[in-house]
């Protein structure tokens, strides 16, 4: 009786498994499985000074090799699956676009502040020049007052001049 019943449970899963559509995704895993190579298994040992070991064996379950555990978990991490290589691939390609975009908007910024720095030296030149012009124009002014101060006293000290000389001439001609 259990037997028939188990029978009726797989026929009813077959039927639910048909009108899913699940039947091609079952097929299409068996192929796989068939094609795909089997996976070579370990079995743990302990050799006499207690290491852990690995037997590792073949495809028909044979001993193919005996390894330190050390030795094929290096071994494992050494390996990537294809996956995890695609996966890299696609962060190292998302990494550099990251990297392009930031070193755009630095190149944009850069560009920006040396405009900044351009147009601040620009405008300090400016005042400094004005500034400049300003002192030159208050020394050149200064210069003149000077030159015409000294035009002034030695146009004094020659009228002073030519007075004592004529007093010392009328003076001498007045004795004579």
């Known amino acids: 009786m259990a037997v ?7 026929a009813a899963r077959k039927t639910s498994v048909r009108k899913s559509g699940a039947k091609k995704k079952v097929a299409k895993k068996k192929v796989a499985k068939k094609t ?3 996976k070579a298994r370990r079995t743990t040992h302990r ?3 207690g290491k852990k070991l690995y037997a590792k064996r073949d495809a028909q379950g044979r001993f193919k090799d005996i390894q330190t555990y050390a030795r094929a978990h290096a071994a494992d991490l050494r390996k990537k699956s294809k ?4 996966k890299a691939g696609k962060t190292v390609k998302k990494a550099a676009k990251k990297a392009a975009g ?3 908007k630095a190149v944009t910024k850069g560009s920006k502040n040396t ?3 351009v147009a601040t030296a620009r405008r300090k030149a400016k005042t400094a020049i004005r500034k400049t012009a300003a002192q030159v124009r208050k020394a050149t002014t200064k210069v003149e007052r000077m030159a015409e101060r000294a035009v002034a006293s030695t146009a004094g000290a020659v009228n002073s001049a030519t007075q004592a ?3 010392a001439v009328s003076d001498a001609a007045k004795k004579l």
């Open 4 to 10: 028939k019943k188990k029978g009726a449970k797989k």
């Open 83 to 86: 996956a995890e290589t695609v």
């Open 47 to 49: 050799s006499s000074s």
């Open 115 to 117: 405009r900044k720095t």
């Open 165 to 167: 000389v004529d007093s």
């Open 102 to 104: 930031t070193a755009k």
């Open 36 to 38: 795909a190579a089997k």
